[in-house]
């Protein structure tokens, strides 16, 4: 007798794997398997008729997360979403199936609140036919975060009156918000990239340019005053700051200067310098005592006239802060608080003592 010989199929999981053709489509269906599976991306793949073919971890992972039930082979994709929204992915799914990808952004409220990617293409396996769609789902709730704080932070920016205009460790421009612009006469797309030097003719006092810059490398920081020349050859004054910027390990990447144009206030200071010092020669060149209070009685100011008739009669020197109705002898008090409450009214008061 012939002795006949079986040998086991080879297992992987428990699974006989057949040999020949099956052997190696099975192979590449367990590689596919494992290169899904290496991915954060929420993959699965469904057949025309919208039978589960395969599906990775990160999916598996993302419908418990839902609170959803296990998944098994008979998952239902509409569950994954709100009924409101069923007839929404079914038109997505349609639109993929007839061979068009599709892309679009989802927000789920439940267990939080979270942002999703949605990517459908049809897959074709067998000719021109489409034999699959795989619909790849990405959280994108940090990105889209950062998104809105970056709206935020440019709508912030472009409120404020004060330039503001960043730079990478080379000093090349790489933001410059609308205050900015309308300062110093600039486009900011077309000043993006170039350094700044380049862009902003400064004109600084007791210090050159060259300096300027060397210190912001040196020391991380710079401020004072420069004169910058507008486009229209207009020169204003400029309150500068400029101070270091760090990624979140520390590590210096650029710089940010905020700038604002202080030549009309400095103008209107001067203007109130001018104006105080031609009072002050007025008061103290006049041959009449005057003092100025305020509406409290309180000496704002007097001029030296009145400092040698309130000396002489009342035996005080006078002081800035000190209240005329207490230097007064008791008897005249009552009657000069009177006249000058009538006075601080806004009435004019002329009369003999």
């Given at each position: 007798?012939?002795?006949?010989?079986?040998?086991?199929?080879?297992?992987?999981?428990?699974?006989?794997?057949?040999?020949?053709?099956?052997?190696?489509?099975?192979?590449?269906?367990?590689?596919?398997?494992?290169?899904?599976?290496?991915?954060?991306?929420?993959?699965?793949?469904?057949?025309?008729?919208?039978?589960?073919?395969?599906?990775?971890?990160?999916?598996?992972?993302?419908?418990?997360?839902?609170?959803?039930?296990?998944?098994?082979?008979?998952?239902?994709?509409?569950?994954?979403?709100?009924p409101d929204r069923k007839e929404i992915l079914r038109e997505k799914i349609d639109t993929a199936l007839k061979g068009e990808i599709v892309n679009y952004h989802v927000l789920y409220d439940?267990?939080?609140?979270?942002?999703?990617?949605?990517?459908?293409?049809?897959?074709?396996?067998?000719?021109?036919?489409?034999?699959?769609?795989?619909?790849?789902?990405?959280?994108?709730?940090?990105?889209?975060?950062?998104?809105?704080?970056?709206?935020?932070?440019?709508?912030?920016?472009?409120?404020?009156?004060?330039?503001?205009?960043?730079?990478?460790l080379d000093f090349r421009i790489t933001e410059i918000n609308t205050a900015a612009e309308k300062i110093f006469g600039v486009v900011g797309p077309e000043v993006i990239g170039r350094k700044?030097?380049?862009?902003?003719?400064?004109?600084?006092?007791?210090?050159?340019?060259?300096?300027?810059?060397?210190?912001?490398?040196?020391?991380?920081?710079?401020?004072?005053?420069?004169?910058?020349?507008?486009?229209?050859?207009?020169?204003?004054?400029?309150?500068?700051?400029?101070?270091?910027?760090?990624?979140?390990?520390?590590?210096?990447?650029?710089?940010?200067?905020?700038?604002?144009?202080?030549?009309?206030?400095?103008?209107?200071?001067?203007?109130?310098?001018?104006?105080?010092?031609?009072?002050?020669?007025?008061?103290?060149?006049?041959?009449?005592?005057?003092?100025?209070?305020?509406?409290?009685?309180?000496?704002?100011?007097?001029?030296?006239?009145?400092?040698?008739?309130?000396?002489?009669?009342?035996?005080?020197?006078?002081?800035?802060?000190?209240?005329?109705?207490?230097?007064?002898?008791?008897?005249?008090?009552?009657?000069?608080?009177?006249?000058?409450?009538?006075?601080?009214?806004?009435?004019?008061?002329?009369?003999?003592?």
């Amino acid at each position: 007798m012939r002795k006949v010989t079986t040998t086991e199929p080879a297992k992987i999981n428990g699974t006989a794997i057949p040999t020949g053709k099956k052997k190696k489509l099975i192979y590449s269906g367990m590689n596919l398997k494992a290169i899904l599976d290496v991915t954060d991306d929420a993959i699965i793949v469904y057949d025309k008729d919208l039978k589960l073919i395969t599906c990775n971890n990160s999916f598996n992972k993302l419908v418990k997360e839902f609170g959803k039930k296990s998944f098994t082979k008979h998952f239902n994709l509409f569950d994954l979403t709100t009924p409101d929204r069923k007839e929404i992915l079914r038109e997505k799914i349609d639109t993929a199936l007839k061979g068009e990808i599709v892309n679009y952004h989802v927000l789920y409220d439940h267990p939080v609140k979270r942002w999703f990617h949605i990517h459908m293409y049809p897959v074709k396996t067998n000719g021109t036919d489409i034999d699959a769609i795989c619909i790849a789902v990405r959280d994108i709730t940090q990105q889209k975060k950062n998104q809105e704080t970056l709206v935020y932070q440019g709508t912030l920016l472009d409120t404020i009156d004060v330039s503001i205009v960043s730079t990478d460790l080379d000093f090349r421009i790489t933001e410059i918000n609308t205050a900015a612009e309308k300062i110093f006469g600039v486009v900011g797309p077309e000043v993006i990239g170039r350094k700044h030097p380049e862009v902003f003719a400064f004109e600084f006092k007791d210090i050159t340019e060259k300096e300027v810059y060397h210190c912001i490398q040196a020391t991380g920081k710079w401020s004072g005053e420069t004169v910058y020349t507008h486009p229209d050859g207009k020169k204003i004054l400029i309150s500068a700051s400029v101070s270091s910027v760090y990624d979140e390990t520390g590590k210096k990447i650029g710089y940010v200067g905020v700038d604002k144009d202080i030549t009309e206030q400095r103008q209107t200071e001067e203007k109130a310098s001018r104006s105080e010092a031609y009072m002050k020669s007025i008061l103290e060149s006049t041959p009449e005592a005057l003092l100025l209070l305020n509406t409290g009685h309180y000496i704002i100011a007097f001029n030296p006239r009145a400092k040698i008739i309130l000396s002489k009669f009342l035996k005080v020197s006078p002081e800035e802060g000190m209240n005329l109705i207490a230097i007064l002898p008791d008897f005249r008090k009552e009657d000069a608080k009177q006249k000058l409450d009538y006075a601080s009214h806004g009435n004019f008061i002329e009369y003999e003592v």
